[in-house]
C-alpha cells in the first residue's frame, strides 16, 4: 500500500512520538508536536499509539491514495477535503483508491495529522520514525516530504481490512465514507488563538525580578515569527533576572521555558536540544502541550501557575481518558460500523 504526493504544503514530515533512550548522547527526541491528536488519530484506524504519521503545518499537503485505505485526521483544521468534499476531522473513513486529499489554509489550529491504517512504513533510526530535518535523519530520507514521493504504509490486520472494505461495498459510488460513530468534540481540545497554559515553577524561577515574575503570570505574550519546532519565542515584557547567573547546561524537556539574555522567553518543543544554559523560569504542564503546539505566530498566550501535584492529577486523568476512549474504539470495531 502506498500514497503519492502531489504537492508538498508548507512543511510536511513523517512524525511518532518521539526518539528517546539516546538524548545522554545529545541526540534530540523529536517527535510529533501535538501527541494527543497524533495518538487518537492512531487510535481511530487501530494502530498501535506510537506508530507513524503525516504532520502537516500551517499550509497541507495534496495526496493521493493508491489502494483502498482507512484512515483519519486529527488535530487542527487545515481545511481537508478529499475529491473536493469537505472532511470530517477526528473521525476513522474508508477512502477509496485514486481519490486525492487536499489541505488548504488553517481554519483552527495550526498543525494536523494524517494517520493510515498499518502505519506509514519508513526506516527506523535509534527505534523511531521520527524526522528531525536539522541533522537530516528519521522519517522519510531525513527530510521533509515534497511533490512526486511515494510513501509505503504498512499492511494491516486481514480482519480489520475486511470490516472496512464492506463499508466500500455499501458506497460505490462514494470517495470515502466516514465511519458513523465519531469522538464527542466535549472530549477534544479547542484550540484559540489566545490560550492560558498551565505552568510549574521552574529550577531558577527565584532568580528573576520579582516584576517579571508578575509578568509571566499577569501579561499577556505574544509567539514571535522566529518560531519553529525546536522552540517558540514568545514576546512581551521583558523577563530579567535579579543578578547574572552563572550556570551549567542542564537538562530540559518538552515545555521548559528558558530565559536567554534579550528577556524574550523560549518555550521549548519538539526538536528541542537536549540541555540548555539559559535559566528555566517555568515549566508546561503535559497536558496544555498540544495547545501550544497548535499556536501560530501573532497568536497569543497567558499562563497561570499550579502545583506539580495538580499537573500530576491532570497528566492521570488524561491517560485515564484516553484509555478509556480506546477500549471504546476497540468495541466500536468489534460490533461493527
Known sequence: MSLKILKQGLLTT?????RYGFQKYGVVASGVMDHFAARVANLLVHNEENAAVMEMTMIGPSLQFQE???????GGDLSASIDGVVVPLWRSMMVRSGSVLRFGSAKSGCRA????????????????????????IGGFQGRALKQGDVISVNQVDPTWQQKANFLMQRNPSK?????????????LPVYR???MIRIMRGREFEYFQEESKDHLLNDTFTIHPQ????????????IKLKSQLNMISEAVTMGTIQVP????????LADRQTTGGYPRIAQVVSIDLPLIAQL????TIMFQEISLEEAEMLYMQLEKDLSVLKKIIQERWIRGH
Open 68 to 74: 483502498d485505505v482507512l484512515i483519519s485526521i486529527c
Open 296 to 299: 501560530k505566530p501573532g497568536d
Open 14 to 18: 513523517v512524525q511518532d512520538l518521539g
Open 113 to 136: 495529522y494524517l494517520a493510515v491504517a498499518g502505519g506509514i512504513s519508513v526506516e527506523k533510526v535509534m527505534g523511531s520514525s521520527s524526522t528531525y530535518l536539522r541533522a537530516s
Open 175 to 187: 470517495s470515502f465514507i466516514p465511519f458513523s460513530w465519531y469522538i464527542s468534540e466535549h472530549s
Open 261 to 268: 539574555p534579550d528577556g524574550s522567553p523560549r518555550i521549548l
Open 193 to 195: 488563538s489566545n490560550v
Open 227 to 238: 518560531s519553529d519546532r525546536m522552540a517558540y519565542r514568545i514576546t512581551g515584557p521583558q
